[in-house]
């Protein structure tokens, strides 16, 4: 979170479960009175939105892990494992690969997979669904399927984690469509 505030900003918001792979929850640091007017919703529009106190725990615990880490090294390790599904998706019948760097600046990219439809034998769309339904499920992001493409954030999935995705991104990716 240093580098955050690090960065000039006034006031910094994100998301704990997207920025640090904690529990749902957002996460205000900044100026003092800007967080102090983010904190007077609590008793408006924000109310709806309060965390559990689980939730905040494990925010403080993320938070904690994350403050030990070097931003560099974090990132490194982020780079790795957006080369190491980039290198298993050459071998994917059909599909592209597009890289697309954090549109925030949080030093990391996402992938996209563009999906031939005729070549993979299902749509994009089609290919979400098989993996949300999945056993176990991937989630990726639907928002670029009108286009033909599926979107992959990586930060929340462990290194040793990768060659499962992959699997299972392939294993979908060659089924028989529904």
Not at 32 to 45: P, R, S, T
Request: with cysteine; hydrophobic share 50%.
């Amino acid at each position: 979170m240093a580098e955050l505030v690090a960065s000039g900003a006034d006031l910094v918001l994100v998301s704990a479960h997207k920025y640090l792979r904690a529990p749902t929850a957002g996460v205000v640091v900044g100026r003092a009175d800007l967080v102090a007017a983010v904190d007077a919703q609590h008793a408006g529009i924000g109310r709806g939105m309060k965390p559990t106190k689980e939730a905040i725990a494990g925010v403080i615990a993320a938070v904690e892990a994350r403050q030990d880490l070097p931003p560099t090294l974090w990132q490194s390790q982020q780079r790795l494992k957006v080369d190491a599904v980039v290198q298993a998706a050459a071998a994917w019948k059909g599909i592209g690969v597009r890289r697309q760097a954090d549109p925030q600046g949080n030093g990391f990219e996402r992938l996209w997979l563009a999906v031939d439809a005729v070549a993979v034998g299902k749509d994009a769309a089609q290919l979400v669904r098989l993996l949300r339904d999945g056993d176990p499920a991937v989630a990726v992001s639907p928002h670029g399927v009108l286009g033909g493409e599926i979107g992959l954030e990586l930060t929340g999935v462990e290194d040793d984690e990768i060659g499962e995705l992959c699997a299972l991104l392939e294993a979908a990716i060659a089924s028989s469509p529904r």
